[in-house]
């Protein structure tokens, strides 16, 4: 299967700073099949980017995603507070689908 | 708005079978382009897919390898719901479970969206 591996482990960021989130394939992610989702705490995941680049509905236009084979990034342009919380990355190129361990966005 | 919501008991004993159920509201699970999948978080980690059912008459089911020995995916489209089955628990299935709609993205099962809000399933004696 397909290992996701995020990083940092965490980033501590003020608001209006610029979130740059690595995911990193251990193989090639054909298709560019790959999403972002946000976790706050004691809620479900919400998906953020498919596809690599597609923002999910009501998704605000700070959130952007990019990459390709085995190197993708989620980008926040400018961090709001509400923005603090877990991110997960996910493959869906090859079953099993799987993610990554999460980056925590935190305030600094 | 499509909404999903898990139920069933929150705590199992050890080498008992966790049984969940997802209703889907808002919408009709008998949708093509999607399945209808669950996925699970231990406390503190993260996420892992177990598996994803198709709503037609033959429920097709897709499993990860990890646990398809111990768990059955169905669906009650007359319900508009589909449910869990793990067998054998131990105290390692002790996690949030939830229930999402799966895009199908031509013949790979896609992202999870919307998720239900998830439940905390505790296996102990």
Do not use: H
């Not at chain 1, 992610?29 to 680049?53: D, E, N, T």
């Not at chain 2, 067998?87 to 002790?94: G, K, L, N």
């Not at chain 2, 896609?110 to 809000?117: A, H, I, K, N, T």
């Amino acid at each position: 299967e397909i290992v996701l591996t995020q990083s940092p482990g965490t980033l501590s960021l003020s608001p209006g700073e610029r979130a740059t989130l690595s995911c990193r394939a251990s193989q090639s992610v054909s298709s560019s099949y790959l999403a972002w989702y946000q976790q706050k705490p004691g809620q479900a995941p919400r998906l953020l980017i498919y596809g690599p680049s597609s923002r999910a509905t009501g998704i605000p236009d700070r959130f952007s995603g990019s990459g390709s084979g085995t190197d993708f990034t989620l980008t926040i342009s400018r961090v709001e507070t509400e923005d603090f919380a877990v991110y997960y990355c996910q493959q869906y190129d090859s079953s099993p689908g799987t993610f990554g361990q999460g980056t925590k966005v935190e305030i600094k | 708005q499509l909404q999903l919501q898990e139920s069933g008991p929150r705590l199992v004993k050890p080498s008992e079978t966790l049984s969940l159920t997802c209703t889907v509201s808002g919408g009709s699970i008998s949708t093509s382009s999607y399945y209808w999948g669950w996925v699970r978080q231990p406390p503190g980690k993260g996420l892992e897919w177990i598996g994803s059912i198709y709503y037609s008459g033959s429920g097709s089911t897709k499993y990860n390898p990890s646990l398809k020995s111990r768990v059955t995916i169905s669906v009650d489209t007359s319900k508009n719901q589909f449910s869990l089955n793990l067998r054998s628990v131990t105290a390692a299935d002790t996690a949030v479970y939830y229930c999402a709609r799966q895009r199908v993205v031509y013949v790979n099962l896609g992202w999870f969206d919307p998720w239900g809000q998830g439940t905390l399933v505790t296996v102990s004696s």
